[in-house]
């Protein structure tokens, strides 16, 4: 029990870091870190053109960020925001396909599994549980396996076929 608190704790927390912080790109070719909020200040470290940098803080026209286990600060007018929490519209055969494809594929796996796993309980009156083990052979997966891909396929052509007609 205390294993589940401290692996929702750590959820949370993580959740709650991506909420809170804010990510930018660098946009001129070299910008410097500095260690106050002010152009005059020391410089620390330099980050340069299509770096990502995670904002700790924003103070006016500043962003403290954290490089190199250094904080320092940078102006906000040189970086572009990434919003990571805005939602993205996809649509398209290709969205369709592959949502589909994973999430059939792990439960028709799992379902043929278990269903031998189930029809490999033999009635057996001579052993103390009332039944014996079938023994899967690598045979056994590889088939289970090979019906699991068949099937997601079709449903992923379904469901990709319905997100392409979808985009009319």
């Not at 500095?34 to 340069?48: F, G, H, L, Q």
């Not at 796996?109 to 189930?118: D, H, N, P, Q, S």
């Not at 083990?133 to 019906?147: T, V």
């Amino acid at each position: 029990m205390k294993i589940f608190k401290l692996n929702c704790f750590i959820f949370a927390f993580f959740i709650t870091q991506l909420a809170i912080s804010q990510t930018y790109i660098v946009k001129p070719k070299t910008l410097n870190v500095r260690a106050e909020r002010s152009t005059n200040s020391d410089v620390i470290a330099k980050i340069y053109e299509n770096d990502t940098i995670i904002a700790i803080s924003t103070e006016g026209d500043w962003i403290k960020i954290s490089i190199s286990e250094k904080q320092g600060f940078v102006n906000k007018s040189f970086l572009e925001e990434i919003n990571l929490n805005k939602p993205t519209t996809k649509s398209g055969f290709k969205y369709g396909f592959k949502k589909a494809f994973t999430s059939s594929f792990i439960i028709t796996l799992i379902l043929f599994l278990g269903y031998r796993g189930m029809k490999g309980r033999v009635k057996d009156g001579r052993h103390s549980k009332g039944y014996r083990e079938y023994n899967f052979s690598f045979r056994d997966y590889i088939e289970d396996g090979i019906y699991a891909l068949i099937i997601s396929l079709v449903i992923a052509l379904v469901a990709g076929i319905y997100a392409w007609v979808k985009t009319f």
